[in-house]
């Protein structure tokens, strides 16, 4: 059921992705510092996956078929594989507040995505917003290519937006299914591209030795994936597909906060200047349902003249 005046039940969902999600990235930091990042990824997916799997069987919950089933494939390779083969690879150099503030650029490529699919009606204001967003990542990429943040990584962050995005859109495409379904193969099928990644880069399977990279596992296992995961779906399913994406534009308050106060990542005011732009764009194009000004010209310009009652 699509809605454009979500429930208090969905907009509580989407309060708990926002809150909850809005720290993968700094716990993805964590586990990067044991676990090589496409491995860890796989991992992390591969135990949500089991997790689902056996809700789904004590549950009895029936799996999707048909074109039910390809939805579900398809969000597990763009939502739950390729994007964050890209997201896992880019933390390794990228702060996670960076990353956040790019990814808020989610919203807009959702909407104009649906847009080009006939998902969802074009509007005027949302490539208004697209440029104000543009000129915040400009901002940004320009301090932090100059100082630490290389450029490639932040383009891997601007492509797993792309795959959020469009992950979102197919989901509203097919026929839907339980959520725990649905994320039980989605986040199945992910974990096995992941695994297919880490063999093709080489890298090294290995157990974490520090108790802070099982938290941050098991973090980003239980609450990130399985809870997170499964909220986002059910938000979704109520909602429409660049609605349900507004939470990509606050992930970056709760991340910097939370990231300021735990690994004293440092938010200089070029930084700060950019996500507000940032914002700002995502808020006119995607959450704004009009302009004051476009509310108040028909009345200018529709005004009936009084008559003179000197005349």
Known sequence: MKTTTPSRSVMIAFALVILLA?????????SNVELPPFFGAAVRFGAAGIILLALVAILRLPLPRGRGLVGALLFGLLGCGIN??????????????????????????????????KQEVFRWKALIGSLLALVGIGVIVW???????????????????????????????????????????????????L?????????????????ATWIALGFLTIVGSVVVFGLTIYVIQHWTASASSYQFVLFPIVTMAVSAWLT??????????????????VYIGGIAKSFSLFK????????????????
């Open 296 to 311: 108040t010209r028909p009345l200018i310009f529709s005004r009936k003249k009084e008559p003179c009652s000197d005349c």
């Open 195 to 211: 695994f297919i990644l880490s063999a093709i880069w080489h890298e090294t399977p290995v157990l974490p030795t520090r108790p």
């Open 84 to 117: 964050f083969a890209l997201m896992y690879w880019a933390l390794e150099t990228l702060h996670p507040g960076l990353s956040m503030v790019i990814l808020a650029l989610v919203p807009l490529m959702t909407f104009l995505l649906a847009c080009a699919q």
């Open 22 to 30: 809005g720290n993968n990235a700094i716990a993805v930091r964590y």
């Open 264 to 281: 004293k990542e440092p938010v200089n005011m070029t930084l700060a200047i950019g996500a507000l732009f940032v914002l700002a764009g």
């Open 143 to 193: 301090d932090q290519v100059g100082v630490k943040a290389p450029l490639l990584p932040m383009l891997a962050v601007v492509g797993a937006g792309v795959c959020f995005a469009e992950s979102n859109i197919i989901i509203k495409a097919f026929p839907q299914s339980h959520p725990i379904t649905t994320n039980a193969i989605a986040l199945t099928t992910g974990s096995v591209l």
